[in-house]
T-cell receptor
Framework: NAGVTQTPKFRVLKTGQSMTLLCAQDMNHEYMYWYRQDPGMGLRLIHY???????AKGEVPDGYNVSRLKKQNFLLGLESAAPSQTSVYFC????????????????FGPGTRLTVT | AQSVTQLGSHVSVSEGALVLLRCNYSSSVPPYLFWYVQYPNQGLQLLLKYTTGATLVKGINGFEAEFKKSETSFHLTKPSAHMSDAAEYFCAAGGTSYGKLTFGQGTILTVHP
């Protein structure tokens, strides 16, 4: 049981290049999330998905696209990378949101450190 | 809009001393509240969560947090710090709208021998 995995772990891009970050979970979770972490700003939600084939915008969606073609995978794409997208990206997943009044936790992957020069 | 504020971006304590990390949230209705820990170069791991009922919540590694509605606070404490507690700690609120969470800015805890 690997939990949540992210590929790649590190990447350096030049401005204008594109790339896709892959998140995979083996817990059969319905909900998946992409966050970015920047110093002093905590984690901010980029996009999320409430099930296979669905996606929705989070707090900071501009410059990113996502797809959830399979339940276990959630892809984050950067079509034309900018230096402002230099960050650490985390994927998370959650089974149910609330069960008998108790919220489920989100399980996080190890992160992808992206540098855009 | 909901917001979460963590007072103090850096907290430094001696080994064996009390750890107190502060978190305040803004909301007219108390949300679900969480504390996560992030060790260097790792993802976030849940320490504890507040749902409803008991206001003192116990988590892993000896940490606990007290929900105070009147102060809109959810401070994290540990009676005696250990070197292995050195990490960054995040307070988060939400969970009712598609599980979305709002995170605080994070507090880096340093533990000195």
């Amino acid at each position: 049981n690997a939990g949540v995995t992210q590929t790649p772990k590190f990447r350096v891009l030049k401005t204008g290049q594109s790339m896709t970050l892959l998140c995979a979970q083996d817990m059969n979770h319905e909900y998946m999330y992409w966050y970015r972490q920047d110093p002093g700003m905590g984690l901010r939600l980029i996009h999320y998905s409430v099930g296979e084939g669905t996606t929705a915008k989070g707090e900071v969606p501009d410059g990113y696209n996502v797809s959830r073609l399979k339940k276990q995978n959630f892809l984050l794409g950067l079509e034309s990378a900018a230096p402002s997208q230099t960050s650490v990206y985390f994927c998370a997943s959650s089974g149910q949101i609330i069960y008998r009044g108790h919220p489920y936790e989100q399980y996080f992957g190890p992160g992808t450190r992206l540098t855009v020069t | 809009a909901q917001s979460v504020t963590q007072l103090g971006s850096h907290v430094s304590v001696s080994e064996g001393a009390l750890v107190l990390l502060r978190c305040n949230y803004s909301s007219s209705v108390p949300p679900y509240l969480f504390w996560y820990v992030q060790y260097p170069n790792q993802g976030l791991q849940l320490l504890l969560k507040y749902t409803t009922g008991a206001t003192l919540v116990k988590g892993i590694n000896g940490f606990e947090a007290e929900f105070k509605k009147s102060e809109t606070s959810f401070h994290l404490t540990k009676p005696s710090a250990h070197m292995s507690d050195a990490a960054e700690y995040f307070c988060a609120a939400g969970g009712t709208s598609y599980g979305k969470l709002t995170f605080g800015q994070g507090t880096i805890l340093t533990v000195h021998p």
